[in-house]
Nanobody, 124 residues
Framework: QVQLVESGGGLVQTGASLRLSCAAS????????MGWFRQAPGKEREFVAA????????YYTDSVKGRFTISRDNAKNTVYLQMNSLKPEDTAVYRC?????????????????WGQGTQVTVSS
């Protein structure tokens, strides 16, 4: 069993940066690929980024490439999302997720665990 708790969201202005953290409990964190998703009001949930269990590969949706960076520290059971050059369209609830492979995260596959989410609001 893995529990995921996000932190680091907030209200920022356009162009600012935030770093989201997702702390996992449980001993099997390193067995999972991790990802970040977001959902804005009135919109469907959207894949943002994913990272393999060993950090060998990372993936991003086109709209955040070059601005967001996903990373993980298996010793700390934590995955991060560094968000730079934030735009109003990045406003959403951001949730972390765990799955057995990054492919599942990227392709609407089975997600084993979800966090509760953290709000990111970018003002113009």
């Amino acid at each position: 069993q893995v529990q995921l708790v996000e932190s680091g969201g907030g209200l920022v202005q356009t162009g600012a940066s935030l770093r989201l953290s997702c702390a996992a409990s449980g001993r099997s964190f390193a067995n999972y690929a991790m990802g970040w998703f977001r959902q804005a009001p009135g919109k469907e949930r959207e894949f943002v980024a994913a990272i393999t269990w060993d950090s060998s590969n990372s993936y991003y949706t086109d709209s955040v490439k070059g601005r967001f960076t996903i990373s993980r520290d298996n010793a700390k059971n934590t995955v991060y999302l560094q968000m730079n050059s934030l735009k109003p369209e990045d406003t959403a609830v951001y949730r972390c997720a765990a799955a057995t492979t990054s492919y599942l995260l990227r392709n609407n596959g089975t997600i084993n665990y979800w966090g509760q989410g953290t709000q990111v609001t970018v003002s113009s």
